[in-house]
């Protein structure tokens, strides 16, 4: 990385960095459920960045190259860090503060809680859960989420019904306290 000894790239590549981490943690929370190993998959992630940094700073899209980044780190390493549904129900209300995004607040106002949308997100499979929140926490589009992904359109599009019907059925269940019937 002795590239990143001039002043110009250096300059450059800090400057990204600071444009994109609270995202990158963002995204990286939401995935892995701890704000520690989210620290880590940004950390792993930028520093996969600034080996490329060459090239990747003179790509269009290199936010959306540096969170395929993260994407990727997140699920290939989620059997290591697979968690137990119990485990994931004892995260007490995490500082969200830190990671708000005025477009998703909006979309969470119909949900009476954080606690209990991370609840019914974690419920979802990972390959959902990184659907959802590409799509309604990052406001990727369909077709940058199945770039990001390097799946087919329709199969982003199948998996976040699939989610979002899940969370719907999840939803009732958890207000009205009976399940619901797949007719």
Not at 42 to 62: D, F, H, N, S
Not at 130 to 135: E, G, K, Q, S, T
Request: charged share 25%; with cysteine; proline share 3%.
């Amino acid at each position: 990385m002795k590239w990143l000894a001039g002043t110009g790239a250096r300059k450059d590549f800090e400057q990204f960095v600071s444009e994109i981490t609270a995202g990158l943690l963002r995204t990286g929370y939401l995935m892995t459920w701890d704000l520690s190993e989210a620290e880590n998959l940004v950390q792993e992630t930028l520093l996969r960045a600034a080996l490329r940094w060459p090239t990747i700073k003179g790509m269009e899209y290199r936010q959306a190259y540096v969170r395929r980044i993260l994407v990727n780190l997140a699920l290939d390493g989620s059997i290591q860090r697979s968690r137990t549904r119990e485990e994931i129900s004892h995260v007490h209300d995490p500082p969200l503060d830190l990671l708000a995004d005025p477009v998703g607040d909006a979309q969470l106002l119909q949900i009476e809680t954080r606690s209990e949308i991370l609840c019914l997100l974690a419920d979802l499979s990972l390959r959902q859960r990184a659907v959802i929140v590409l799509r309604y926490f990052e406001d990727l589009s369909e077709s940058d989420i199945a770039s990001t992904l390097g799946w087919p359109v329709g199969t982003v599009k199948s998996t976040a019904s699939r989610a979002l019907e899940q969370l719907q059925r999840a939803v009732i269940e958890k207000r009205t306290g009976f399940p619901v019937v797949n007719e």
